[in-house]
């Protein structure tokens, strides 16, 4: 069981940046795949980024290629999520999930566990 707390989100001017974090319970979350999704109003869950157990693969979404960093530190149970060169598009709720089977998955139905969320609002 892995329990995941979200935080950093906020509110950030268009080209400014915000670096999320994602705490995770349990003893075993070195072994897990871990992933951002986002999700805007009235618009379904997306894929942002993922990150292997060991940290060396990592996958993006071309809408946050170059401008978003996910990166990990398995001695603190915490993975992270640095945005910078936000856009009002970027707006939504960010949830970090958690996958023990796959080795950085894209698709949401492959995440096992999920946190609550936390907002992000980029104002233009």
């Known amino acids: 069981q892995v329990q995941l707390v979200e935080s950093g989100g906020g509110l950030v001017q268009a080209g400014g940046s915000l670096r999320l974090s994602c705490a995770a319970s349990?003893?075993?979350?070195?072994?897990?795949?871990m992933g951002w999704f986002r999700q805007a109003p009235g618009k379904e869950r997306e894929f942002v980024a993922a990150i292997s157990w060991s940290g060396d693969i990592t996958y993006y979404a071309d809408s946050v290629k170059g401008r978003f960093t996910i990166s990990r530190d398995n001695a603190k149970n915490a993975v992270y999520l640095q945005m910078n060169s936000l856009k009002p598009e970027d707006t939504a709720v960010y949830y970090c999930?958690?996958?023990?089977?796959?080795?950085?998955?894209?698709?949401?139905?492959?995440?096992?566990?999920w946190g609550q969320g936390t907002q992000v609002t980029v104002s233009s």
């Open positions: 349990g003893r075993t979350f070195s072994s897990y795949a």
């Open positions: 999930a958690a996958d023990r089977h796959f080795v950085a998955p894209m698709s949401e139905y492959e995440y096992d566990y």
